[in-house]
């Protein structure tokens, strides 16, 4: 077993651990944190988007240990006091989920978009988030409501 | 009796119920679910396509630290999938739990491990050792059917789970004196909805009751119950099935499948609940496939491109077992009835075959083979241009079903209510900019480029109901959908419907009716579905018939509680019931709005007060209906694509550059959500026409086994899509709904094969695509024979 110390959404959470434990299994089993899902345990669908240090990993391609001594957001960190996060707000808004499965994954990766790259066009918008693979709204509503994320995210700026 | 006053609700674009709870991280999927005492199961699986089972070594792996117990074939001999459809001359298969003596493809279960947890049983199930007998396998049509091939099944006479047949009175005649006729042969690859969240179910077996409960990824939370009952000989009365939350379904959740029996049967044998999430590599060759048909096709038709008869000869690959509830029959059925589609034929002979393979079992995908009868005729019209120097377009609007043909029967004996399919292209045409496209084309080929424009039509039966599935031959005739409508005391109301929302936002349409018809605010109303505990029976959600169905469903509960509404609040202001008005949030006098009641105080009477109540009325405000949309034979929904496309010369990659689709689903309840399917379901349907297909070697093993075989549309191959509405209402379903959730995925890919076609149209040769997908080596062939090199892909 392995010692693991890991702050996920500004919490320290310490456990022993199977070193193959996956950062995926760790956050929905170890610590109940069920938002993050999993769809293709081989690193290309990216339902399973968490940041580490504020940058996008496939958590089921992570090992938890490699993320001893780091820290690891979910989609559980993005609302604050019961209000939707402004980006949670502009998927509902446009229409961004259908499901919702692959919605945690495509969240983390956008926030990392707003942090990195706010002022990007559709076009962009569109590569950037090419890894995160959405089977129900053919994308559309997504790119809408990622252009109006990162508006609202430059409005407020909290992009930078 | 009807609602009172304007809707608030039906067409309005409300944002969606359930985001909140999704966008939260909230949503409870069946991974998500682990009782007490769960255990983890692991399916070892066959990799030879067809072989006998000479035996299974298990020892290893049933002393492993951590499990429990394993499974073979024979621990569940006693049960089996058997889905039978009553069409003369079906051929019976048995679907084992476990594999018995025999594998039929690769990924058939063979063994189940159940462990402490999922490392240590996938740990296990590394250790189980299969001697498996390699058979020679059938992995094509022509090899199944082929008279030297030993069929599959016992005691079967050859590899066809069904031969059918049918040709119109005046067949023979009308294509024996047509001045033309054009042939063409045209292949679908294999492949399916592929749901980012994969299969999983929890079950749970209570030995004090004997009562199950099983959660699982399904659509059709009640016939699963159905069909657990049957392969589990325990009356359905013990049986609780729930989908929670589904991350996806498009057909692929809508089956039976033997994992779900087989978590049952662990469960009850080791007294534990039993949990099994599927990994990414099962899901490509145990869930089931779909859309692999081929088509030959024939039109005979006059000197101005009239259709005088139309001839098909359908084989669909249905893998390795008939599959609950759709049986082997389905696809085919289906391609033999639609494959006329939009246009004005009379005349129609039509064979179909639904062949048994060593592959992976067929099931139901978003469009069930309308996409292929789309591309079929879509293409048939496209070569008959061809063939007369006519334009696309034009070779449509002379053979198009207009206003005064409806209701249409069809030469395959549906009946289409209605439609607007003229104008649907017309407008496609203008949305589109058919001129600027064109306009750019030609700069393009002048610059050297590739690029085409193709477009496609067509009618598609939704809402269809008993008199539809009666005539499918299979063993439950479904039908209708039912909703129960419960007002309380605190004036809020609760609908369970018998449908399930696995994104298509039935949790927040279903509201907006009921809302409407009972003047109660949005926030007012909670949907509850999934749990066969709670609501009451009914099919699920398939086959573009939820909101229709479910709505009717819903409106009439509502209005059944809103009539005892009328009917107290009546009594009280001492009026006729016949003079209430339900409005928003209080029920008063028609023509006098200062007589009347808030609802929530009607409600809170109604239940807390009896006394007050007049003579004959109970304390309850709640109804429970069915709705069948009758008569049953569909509701048609009609639209119209057009693309362009860019294919490079040098890759073979083709890029879609623009797509407009104008859709005809009746009036909307909530148009950006319609707007949600139409896309989801191009996209889709985009990824049958350039990426997706489960390809086989020679010895049935499958090559498509991650996404890095298996290409999805990610965002950068989608382009922005243009979409406009014309609203033709059904003559047959309450509010005129028709349903559309699979519309945008039967036209792209005739669209995108028709772009590809015109791309490369200028250059010296003819080429006729006629296969899908069209992945960048099938271009590059086509490329080659157009350039005189080759003879195709």
Redesign the interface.
Known sequence: MAELSVSVNGELTAAQVDPRTLLSDYLRDHLGLTGTHVGCEHGYCGACTVLVDGASVRSCLTLAVQADGRSVDTVESLASNGELHPIQQAFKECHGLQCGFCTPGLLMSVLELAATNPGCGRDEIREHLSGNVCRCTGYHHIVDAVEAALNSVREQGDGS | MAADQAPRYFGARV??R???R????????V??I?PAGVLAAKFVRSDEAHAVVAGIDIEAASVAEGVKEVFVGEDFADNEIRCVSSYAGFQESAQPILALDRVRHVGEALAMVVADN??VAEDAAELVVADLEPLPAAVDIDTALDVGCAPLHPGWRDNAFVRRRATTYGFNEASSSAPHRVSIELHNGRHS??????RACVAEHDPGTGRFRLHTTTQIPHLIRAGLSWALGVPESLIQVIAP??????GIKAQLYPEEVACCLAARRLSRPVKW?E??REHFVAAHHSREHRHSVTGYFDDDGTILALEADIAVDMGAYSVFPWTATMDGGMAMGILPGPYRIHEYSVSSTSVCTNKTPYGAYRGVARPAACFSIERLMDQIARHLGVDRVEIRNRNLLADGDYPWRSPSGLIYDSGSLVESLDAVLALGDLEGLLKRQADARTAGRLVGVGLAVFTEQTAHTTQEFKQRGVPIVFGYETAKVRLDASGTAVVSASIHD????LETTLAQVAADRLGLDLEQIRVEYGDTEQVAYGAGTFASRSAVLAGGAVTKAADAVADTLRQVAAHMLEAAPEDMVVETGRVSVAGSPSQFLETTELCRLIYQRPERLPEGVEPHLEASRTYDAHPGTGAYTNAAHLASVEIDPLTGKTRVLSYAVVEDCGPMINP??V??Q???????GVGSALFEEFLYDEAGQPLST???DYL???????P??QVAHLQTPSPHTIGGLKGMGEG?AIAPGAVIASAVEDALSHLVGTVTVDRLPLTPERVLGYIDAANGNGTGP
Request: no cysteine; glycine share 20%; net charge negative.
């Open positions: 944002a969606r359930q985001d909140d999704l966008l939260r991280g909230d949503g409870r999927y991974a998500d682990s999922e490392y909805g592929v749901p980012i969240e994969t939350d589904v991350g996806g379904g498009f999430v990994d990414r696995h994104g298509q936002g950006t959500i707007e949600g139409i896309f989801g379901g191009v996209a889709q991650t996404f890095a999805v549309p990610v965002m950068s191959d989608i922005d899509f945008g």
